[in-house]
C-alpha cells in the first residue's frame, strides 16, 4: 500500500521560500497523480498544486502560479513542492495526497500523508 510522509515545514519570514517533501514508500509514482493541499486554522482545506504521471501534468491554484514549483525526484521517490515569496496567508498544514491514475484531479485522493506545518511570520 502506498504510504505518503510530508516533512521540511518550518517557521519562515515573509517574503522567503521553503521546500517541503512528500516521500512515498510502498509503491513507484509511476502511475499516480500526486496533489498538495494546504488547511489554515478556520478554513477549509483547499487544493495547492499537482503532479501526474505518466502525462506528467502539471498544475497550480491560480493564487500560487509563479510561486509554487512542483518537482519529482524518481531516485527518491519524492515529490517537491518550492514555495517562494511566501506571505502570512500561506500558513498552514500542507499535505501531499496521490491517486492512482489519476490526472491531477482536485478530489478523490485515495491516499494521503498527516501533513507537515508551514508558518510564515515575522
Known amino acids: 500500500q502506498l504510504q505518503l510522509v510530508e516533512s521540511g515545514g518550518d517557521l519562515v519570514q515573509p517574503g522567503g521560500s521553503l521546500r517541503i517533501s512528500c516521500e512515498a514508500s510502498g509503491a513507484t509514482l509511476d502511475d499516480f497523480a500526486v496533489g498538495w493541499f494546504r488547511q489554515a486554522p478556520g478554513k477549509e482545506r483547499e487544493w495547492v498544486s499537482c503532479i501526474s504521471f505518466p502525462a506528467q501534468t502539471i498544475r497550480h491554484h491560480e493564487s500560487m502560479r509563479g510561486r509554487f514549483t512542483i518537482t519529482r525526484d524518481v531516485a527518491k521517490n519524492t515529490i517537491y513542492l518550492k514555495m517562494n515569496n511566501l506571505e502570512p496567508e500561506d500558513t498552514a498544514v500542507y499535505y501531499c495526497?496521490?491517486?492512482?491514475?489519476?490526472?491531477?484531479?482536485?478530489?478523490?485522493?485515495?491516499?494521503w500523508g498527516q501533513g507537515t506545518q508551514v508558518t510564515v511570520s515575522s
Open positions: 495526497a496521490a491517486k492512482l491514475n489519476g490526472d491531477c484531479p482536485l478530489a478523490g485522493y485515495d491516499y
